[in-house]
């Protein structure tokens, strides 16, 4: 495990507060715990995006998302069957995992789908109008000044 400072970019960081906790966290992370189970997070789309969890042996019914606020969590347990196999050789892991998704603002999970031993959560950013930018008319001379009006009272 590799350690980062992130000091010199703490003065450029004011009102980043978050920011800077999300790539702390990141720093500290376990590699192993990390990689499983392994992910991609594609766009698909101008607003759309999709992570794709290779999730092999892991049914419908094993698996929970759950989304609340900026944070996605997906989690996956198997029950143990009461007669256990034997193996010779287990490669395809089915241990327990919980994966943690810090979403940015305006990110809402739209779906997902199990397919082939991938589950594809599909997130869309919707940004509602009164966030959006706008461009401002800018006006030169005597035209951007409020007229007075008066009236005698």
């Known amino acids: 495990m590799r350690g980062y400072d ?52 892991f049914g419908e019914k094993d698996l929970s998302i759950v989304a609340q606020e900026n944070s996605l969590v997906i989690s996956g347990r198997v029950e143990k069957p009461e007669n256990e196999k034997q193996y ?28 082939n031993g991938l589950l594809n959560v599909d997130l869309v950013r919707e940004v509602p109008e009164a966030a959006k930018p706008r461009t401002i008319r800018i006006e030169t001379g005597t035209e951007s ?5 008066t009236r005698a009272a």
């Open 6 to 57: 992130l000091t010199p970019l703490y003065r450029f960081s004011v009102g980043f507060d978050r920011m800077a906790r999300l790539l702390d966290a990141a720093s500290r992370v376990d590699d192993s715990a990390a990689s499983y189970p392994p992910y991609n997070i594609e766009i698909t789309g101008e607003n759309a995006y999709r992570i794709s969890m290779a999730v092999a042996g």
């Open 88 to 115: 010779l050789h287990r490669g395809i892991a089915s241990r327990a995992f919980e994966r943690k998704f810090e979403l940015a603002d305006h990110i809402k999970v739209v779906g997902a789908s199990l397919v």
């Open 145 to 149: 000044r409020p007229k007075v009006e």
